[in-house]
C-alpha cells in the first residue's frame, strides 16, 4: 500500500542508522521524499545513496537533536528544499542501561537531552507548520520501555520512555483534530542502541539483544501508521520480539 504514503515528505531524526535508515528506505520506496537527520553526516548519505540507486528521493541534514536551534534551522531547510513537510518521525535515541546506584549522572543528562528533550525539540520544530497547513503527523519512538520500568539498569532510561509516551498522547488530545500523533513502542531490535551501554551491564544487554528482531519490522510498523487515511489515526504500535516476556 503506497497511496496513503506517496508523495509524503518525511523528516527522520537519527537516520543514519538502524530504525531510522531502514525506515528512509522503505518509506522512498513506498513513494515518500525523506529527509534524514542525525550526527554522521558520512552515515547519512550513504543511506541518500542506497534511496537513490533505488530510483527514490532523500536528502540528509547534519543534525545534533539536542542542540533547539539546529532542529529549527534543519525543518526549515527541508521545508525550504521540498515545499513541505508532512511527517516528522522522532527517532533519534540512546540507551546507556546501568543500575542507579553507580549514579552515572552524564549518562541520564545524555538520555534525557536526546530522548526527551530531542523530541519535544523535534515537536516544536514542526507543530506550528502542522496546524498552519492544517495536517501533519507527528511519530515519536518510545519503547516498550516506556509501558514497563525496565529495571533493574533501565530506571532512567524507562523514564524518558514513560515521557515520550505521555507527551505523544498528551499531544494528540491538543492537537488531534488536525495532527495525527503515533508512539511506536519497541521491544529489542537489532541496531547500534544496544552498544550505547557500557560498564556492568553491558553483557547483560548484549545477551538480551540475542532474540531482537530486524529494524525492518518496526519500520514496517512505522509505514503502517503513515499510509492510513487521513481520517484514521494509529495511536500506539507495541511491537516486540514473540520470546520477548518484558
Known amino acids: 500500500m503506497t497511496k496513503g504514503i506517496e508523495g509524503k515528505v518525511v523528516l527522520i531524526t537519527?537516520?543514519?542508522?538502524?530504525?531510522?535508515?531502514?525506515?528512509?528506505?522503505?518509506?522512498?520506496?513506498?513513494?515518500?521524499?525523506v529527509a534524514i537527520a542525525a550526527r554522521r553526516k558520512d552515515r547519512l548519505d550513504e543511506v541518500v545513496a542506497d534511496i537513490a540507486a533505488?530510483?527514490?528521493?532523500?536528502?540528509?541534514?547534519a543534525l545534533d537533536v539536542t542542540d533547539k536551534s539546529a532542529v529549527q534551522s534543519v525543518v526549515a531547510a527541508i521545508i525550504a528544499d521540498f515545499g513541505r513537510l508532512d511527517v516528522l518521525i522522532n527517532n533519534a535515541g540512546l540507551m546507556p542501561i546501568r543500575p542507579m546506584a553507580e549514579v552515572n549522572t552524564d549518562e541520564w543528562d545524555q538520555m534525557i537531552d536526546v530522548n526527551l528533550k530531542g523530541t519535544l525539540y523535534g515537536i516544536a520544530a514542526a507543530l506550528p507548520g502542522f496546524l498552519d497547513q492544517g495536517s501533519g503527523h507527528i511519530i515519536n519512538l518510545s519503547s516498550v520501555a516506556g509501558i514497563k520500568v525496565f529495571a533493574p539498569g533501565g530506571t532512567v532510561y524507562s523514564g524518558t520512555k514513560f515521557a515520550v509516551s505521555a507527551i505523544s498522547e498528551g499531544l494528540r488530545h491538543e492537537v488531534g483534530e488536525k495532527v495525527r500523533v503515533t508512539?511506536?513502542?519497541?521491544?529489542?531490535?537489532e541496531s547500534d542502541l544496544k552498544f550505547t551501554t557500557s560498564g556492568t551491564a553491558a553483557e547483560t544487554v548484549l545477551d538480551f539483544y540475542k532474540q531482537a528482531i530486524p529494524t525492518a519490522s518496526v519500520a514496517r510498523a512505522i509505514a503502517f501508521a503513515v499510509e492510513q487515511p487521513d481520517d484514521v489515526d494509529i495511536n500506539a504500535i507495541v511491537i516486540r520480539p514473540t520470546a520477548q516476556e518484558f
Open 183 to 189: 508512539s511506536i513502542e519497541p521491544g529489542a531490535v
Open 14 to 33: 537519527g537516520g543514519s542508522s538502524g530504525i531510522g535508515a531502514e525506515t528512509a528506505r522503505l518509506l522512498a520506496e513506498r513513494g515518500a521524499k
Open 54 to 61: 533505488n530510483g527514490g528521493t532523500a536528502r540528509s541534514y
